[in-house]
């Protein structure tokens, strides 16, 4: 876990006490680890408050086309490229000419993005800053484009007893923060083709239902996809989504010092390939034993996995590479292949 302090009142625009992280830095890159045992207290910490100078981002919203722009349009920049904290975020409403400023910001990359009230429009740019204030963004709302593509089956013929509308497709979009799609998540068509709307950035297509059919594979023009980013900047036709029933699934238990069974634990299973880890893989999965101490674990795509049981673990911990890396030399290895059912019982780590 990392720990921070912030003062509320700053003492000035641009030089003014920040959000500080362990020993004393405002850089969550600088920041230093605490580890805390169930039950321990660790006294003797002292977080001294730091001071740093801030900057603005300065710009103006444009409507698309001809549209007037909305009464209230949210702007924010957001902190982007750190994988270790949450973000910083500043937020603002465009004035009615659709200018805007974000104060209070660090040094640090920003993914600057404007969304109408109604959702329907939304704009973004990276910003760098360095310290000085940044004029002159201009962010074009948009309704962004599409991508379009079909449903396919690894057993040939479209299953008899499912239709079409049961199957989702959604995008799952890197960086999202403040914008996001709007409603349910849209159906196929009957003749097992798609249509997604307003996309921008870069992100990855997910589809499955709510039984027991899920994502195998996506292809576009013969290329498998399905865990390399798409770049929504223009529009996407062509895509092949295939669905398998072939899944695999993981379960066992986790045992204590003592060879108990532990209830109190939390399993860990990621890709042995450090490339396969990140905030939207596929290839990390989490599980927490049930009453009887036994854990389970379905939908990992093949391959070659690391499985480590802990005592405690933060939300989004299991996606944080600096420890993915640590657990990866202490962990459990092992294989799944398409469609295997592997017992496997783990010991509580000692991370």
């Known amino acids: 876990m990392f720990w921070s302090a912030r003062k509320d009142r700053s003492t000035s625009q641009g030089h003014r006490y920040v959000p500080t992280y362990y020993p004393g830095t405002p850089n969550a890159s600088e920041a230093q680890r605490v580890t805390i045992g169930v039950g321990q207290e660790v006294p003797g910490f002292t977080i001294a408050l730091a001071r740093a100078t801030t900057a603005a981002v300065r ?113 799952t979009l890197i960086d999202e923060q403040m914008l996001g799609m709007h409603g349910p998540p849209p159906g196929t068509r009957e003749n097992w083709t798609f249509e997604l709307q307003g996309l921008r950035g870069r992100g990855f297509i997910r589809a499955g239902t709510l039984g027991d059919w899920h994502l195998k594979r996506v292809r576009l023009a013969g290329v498998d996809v399905t865990d390399a980013p798409l770049d929504f900047a223009t529009p996407i036709d062509g895509l092949e989504v295939e669905l398998t029933q072939r899944l695999t699934t993981l379960s066992g238990s986790v045992s204590d010092d003592s060879g108990a069974v532990a209830l109190d634990a939390t399993v860990v299973v990621f890709a042995e390939d450090s490339g396969k880890w990140g905030p939207h893989s596929r290839f990390i999965q989490s599980a927490r034993p049930d009453q009887r101490g036994r854990f389970t674990i379905k939908g990992l795509p093949p391959g070659e996995y690391v499985a480590i049981a802990l005592e405690y673990l933060e939300p989004g911990e299991e996606r944080d590479p600096d420890l ?28």
């Open 324 to 351: 993915l890396e640590a657990w990866r030399r202490g962990g459990t290895k092992f294989t799944l292949s398409e469609g295997e059912t592997r017992a496997l019982d783990v010991s509580l780590s000692g991370f």
């Open 59 to 171: 710009g103006v919203v444009r409507p698309s086309g001809e549209n007037a722009l909305g009464p209230f349009t949210f702007v924010s920049a957001r902190e982007i490229g750190d994988s270790h904290v949450h973000s910083r975020i500043s937020t603002a409403i465009a004035a009615a000419d659709g200018s805007f400023a974000l104060t209070g910001l660090l040094p640090g990359t920003y993914m600057v993005e404007a969304q109408s009230s109604s959702g329907s429009e939304f704009a973004g740019t990276e910003v760098v800053v360095d310290g000085s204030d940044v004029a002159g963004v201009t962010l074009t709302m948009s309704k962004g484009t599409t991508a379009r593509g079909r449903i396919r089956f690894d057993t040939g013929d479209p299953p008899p007893g499912l239709r079409p509308s049961d199957v989702f497709v959604t995008p």
